[in-house]
């Protein structure tokens, strides 16, 4: 299993000029041919041999220059063909044959239902024919696909279509012509009896554009949502970004069995139908924007990652970071942006953070890998994200824009480095980011520990803050990193001070009321003057910088907060400090064997909630807790089954102590009309079924009765489904089958729904979870082959289930590693992904250490694909 390092990178060979590819294609013998136009890359050193990819193909024919090629002058090994003594110009053409039904690894060309497609990125076409099978080999593309006229009416591929015919034997024809110069991992094939539906969009020059969503026939009705995501992502992208489409025609495919979300293929993107089939009745308020936030990833990844490509993978999250910050900034300006910034940096606090402390944990540009498939993580897309978020921070919003038109302008048509993305970014503003760029290079996540001091004789306060990066499994040494930290004082009356600095950096003008200290040092001390009483502050507003920031915060300080503070972000993070206090209270009272209460002081704050006139959005992202997960990251050594038994008794207490405030809130935000996916809705369905599931706690006929009615009436999913949560995860064994059975005769045709219906009972508290996701294994609906069959059974039951997954017992564990050593023979990329939770052992008790390093042990003695042999050779003690 080599190793491959950044360090090690040189330019390509040869360059392709130009790509002529024929797809004759069959379920188990499709044959490919290339005509491929070589040149000599003058950075390289004359008289080196030609080496293409190739992986699971079988050579048929190959030639030069229109001669074939004897057996002496060419080398063929599983994953490369080498010619030597090559000229510097010629013609290469290979004929190979592939077996696209028997393709279950989801990279290169494979089978889903009866349509073909492909899924190139990072590396699946040299499972479709030979190639420089790397990013920085650009080349313009010609295909030709053949198929059956009645299974595939319907053949696509990048660019525009300039040729189609009839051919023998009920067999047509299709040519695509992709005018701009990509590489492989862009290019897409699709065919299968599809049905369209067509709009169109004029861009800011007036050019019109076709808009093309593909789909089987029994979700054309679920499209309209994707459809108007798109239109508006291409105006935003326009607005914000000034980037105009550049082909006449933009298609998107929805295919069931699918290992990422989407794939932004030039022209023809690919999608998991997860992420763009949708109506109110089948699809949750959540999926519609995911589906809004994956559609406009897609798109904007045009100009950041198309156009502008990766010179490299280790330059991944040069389009992915910058991307989801695009798409982030998308979706805030479409929603509500103080809830959306909340999602995004939950997730990234909860999930990133805990990849960034465990044994994968990789630099946002790492510099080595053995499989690229196992960087597609949320370090490389999340941090990516926060990574350009600090950048755009730093310029502000109009430099910001001047170095990213600066960025696509210089490197348009090239494959390029995060380096250049820095470089744009640097001249356009002056700003020196050397040191910045140990965001990078160092992996973990950086803890501040923050002390102030408040000087009532000079009216100054000083904040003096510490960073310190733990060290990751490989890279022992941390330096300071440049950190921008959003600060803000508060007033006891709860009003912000301005702010005059007298010692330290900071962005902002002297007066303002928010300042961003620059922190570079290992230690460093803000001083502030004329402070006229000792404030409260405001750290980290809006999340500045990916950073564990902590403070002792009394519990006054944070209720003032909560109440008080400018920052939205900064008020429901306070309110979220005091439920993580509270319930780290009462863990410890659990583990020392006392009955474990909630501080009343919780309680009255979240009574103070109920009564604000916060919009409901907000209202229901304040009342939830901390997840287990994220309380989990708070500990060294997690307590699992103190935090789930402390966080149900913490949500019972709240119900109890507030049941008719919660009733009134109920009342106060009924819905009425037609389901809207939009910002005000959404927020008030959130707000009422996070009511209604603190009430289901009380476990009342009424509540419960007034939950199966939601249960039975919803017109939307948004609350069939939390209905149904709340249903299946209390203690009525009898409704919850009552429901599932129901739920389960409305939705069997629907796969999506179904997918809900597995997660649901996946994610179920009650003891007998295990038995059920291994019942349910073998429910019709279920394939191990099916990648979002996997992620909402096994995924959701491994990952989200944790008191159940971490039993005493080990019984999941094993179960998960006999579900991963079945899966990898299938499908790496999906079993590496899902192994994960065994690898995170270093937070658990001895005991259940030493049972997932059993299963870890186990794993690794059997033949593994380089992908899973990766993941556990790192996870190893
Ligand atoms: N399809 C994946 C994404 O868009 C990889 N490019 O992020
Ligand atoms: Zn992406």
Not at 548 to 575: E, I, T, V
Not at 754 to 761: P, R, S
Not at 800 to 810: E, T
Request: hydrophobic share 40%.
């Amino acid at each position: 299993n080599p190793v491959i390092y950044l360090k090690d990178y040189l330019p390509p060979a040869f360059l392709a000029d130009k790509v002529e590819l024929t797809f004759d294609l069959y379920p188990n013998q499709t044959r490919v041919k290339s005509a491929i136009y070589f040149t000599r890359n003058e950075k390289r050193e004359s008289g080196l041999p030609l080496e293409l990819h190739g992986a699971d193909l079988k050579l048929i024919s190959l030639s030069l220059d229109g001669q074939s090629v004897s057996d002496d002058r060419y080398v063929l090994s599983d994953d490369q063909l080498v010619i030597t003594e090559v000229p510097d110009r010629f013609l290469f053409e290979a004929e190979v044959e592939i077996d696209p039904a028997n393709n279950t690894s989801l990279e290169g060309l494979y089978r889903s239902n009866t349509m073909f497609c492909t899924q190139c990125e990072a590396e699946g076409f040299r499972k479709i024919t030979y190639y420089p099978d790397r990013p920085d080999v650009m080349s313009s593309f010609t295909t030709t696909v053949i198929a059956d006229k009645t299974e595939y009416p319907v053949l696509l591929s990048n660019g525009n279509p300039v040729d189609k015919g009839e051919l023998d034997n009920n067999r047509h024809f299709v040519t695509w012509q992709d005018p701009f110069h990509k590489p492989a991992y862009l290019f897409a094939l699709v065919a299968g009896d599809l049905k369209l539906v067509k709009d169109s969009f004029t861009t800011m020059s007036g050019r019109e554009v076709a808009l093309e969503i593909w789909v089987e026939p029994e979700n054309l009705s679920k499209c309209d949502h994707a459809m108007l995501s798109l239109k508006n992502a291409m105006k935003w992208d326009e607005e914000v970004y000034g980037r105009e489409y550049d082909l006449d025609i933009y298609m998107i495919v929805a295919v069931n069995d699918f290992n990422m979300g989407a794939m932004e293929n030039k022209g023809l993107n690919i999608f998991n139908s997860s992420c763009v089939l949708a109506r109110a009745d089948t699809a949750t308020d959540m999926a519609f924007q995911r589906i809004e936030g994956v559609v406009a990833h897609e798109y904007f990844h045009n100009w950041s990652g198309n156009r502008v490509t990766c010179r490299d993978w280790f330059q991944l999250s040069l389009k992915e970071g910058f991307t989801v910050y695009r798409d982030q900034c998308f979706s805030a300006d479409m929603n509500d942006a103080a809830v959306k910034r909340i999602e995004d940096v939950s997730m990234l606090r909860t999930a990133q953070f805990a990849e960034d402390a465990g044994p994968t944990a990789h630099p946002v540009r790492p510099d080595h890998f053995i499989e690229i498939s196992n960087f597609y993580t949320l370090t490389i897309y999340e941090k990516g994200s926060e990574v350009v978020r600090m950048i755009a921070n730093l310029l502000g919003p109009d430099l910001f824009r001047k170095g990213s038109d600066l960025y696509f302008e210089r490197h348009d048509g090239q494959a390029v480095t995060v380096e250049d993305f820095v470089a744009a970014m640097s001249e356009v503003s002056g700003i020196d980011f050397e040191q910045f760029m140990r965001w990078y290079s160092q992996a973990g996540t950086p803890q501040l520990d923050v002390s102030d001091h408040y000087d009532a004789e000079t009216k100054q306060y000083h904040l003096t803050i510490r960073q310190m990066t733990p060290v990751t499994k490989d890279q022992q040494d941390k330096l300071p990193l440049h950190i921008p930290v959003k600060t803000g004082l508060l007033n006891t009356d709860g009003q912000d001070i301005p702010l005059i600095l007298v010692q330290g950096e900071a962005s902002g003008q002297q007066g303002d009321t928010d300042r961003v200290l620059h922190l570079r040092e290992a230690e460093q001390t803000f001083i502030f003057d004329q402070i006229p009483d000792a404030p409260v502050p405001s750290l980290l507003r809006g999340f500045s910088a990916p950073v564990k920031l902590s403070f002792p915060y009394s519990q006054q300080q944070l209720l003032h907060l909560m109440r008080h503070d400018s920052d939205g972000f900064n008020r429901w993070d306070a309110g979220q400090r005091l439920a993580v206090d509270a319930l780290q209270t009462m863990v410890s009272e659990f583990e020392s064997g006392r009955v474990p209460e909630l501080d009343s002081g919780l309680v009255e704050a979240w009574r103070n909630l109920l009564g604000s006139d916060l919009s409901p959005a907000i209202l229901a992202e304040m009342l939830s807790l901390p997840e287990e997960a994220y309380l989990g990251e708070q500990y060294d050594v997690i307590p699992v089954d103190g935090i789930h038994a402390c966080r149900r008794i913490a949500r019972k207490t709240l119900a109890q102590a507030l049941e008719s405030e919660l009733r009134t809130c109920l009342e106060t935000h009924q819905l009425s009309g037609p389901y809207k996916p939009d910002a005000d809705d959404i927020g008030k369905r959130r707000l009422n079924n996070t009511c209604l599931s603190y009430l289901m706690t009380l476990e009342t006929a009424e509540i419960t009765e007034r939950v199966w009615q939601q249960f039975n009436q919803a017109d939307n999913m948004t609350d069939q489904q939390a209905a149904l949560t709340m249903l299946v995860h209390s203690g009525q064994d009898e409704k919850a089958r009552e429901a599932l059975e129901q739920f389960e005769q409305q939705w069997q045709q629907d796969a999506l729904v179904m997918d809900m219906w597995f997660q649901v009972q996946a994610r179920r508290p009650q003891p007998d979870a295990l038995a059920r996701v291994k019942a349910l294994m073998s429910h019709p609906g279920f394939s191990l082959k099916n990648p979002n069959k996997v992620r909402s059974l096994v995924g959701a039951y491994c990952g989200q289930n944790r008191v159940n997954f971490h039993g005493l017992d080990g019984h999941s564990y094993r179960f998960l590693a006999d579900v991963v050593l079945e899966l990898d023979q299938m499908n790496p990329q999906i079993a590496s992904r899902l192994i994960t939770p065994l690898t995170r052992w270093q937070k658990f008790d001895a005991k259940r250490q030493q049972m997932m390093q059993t299963e870890l042990q186990r794993i690794a003695q059997a033949e593994l694909s380089n992908d899973l042999y990766e993941v556990i050779s790192k996870a190893l003690p």
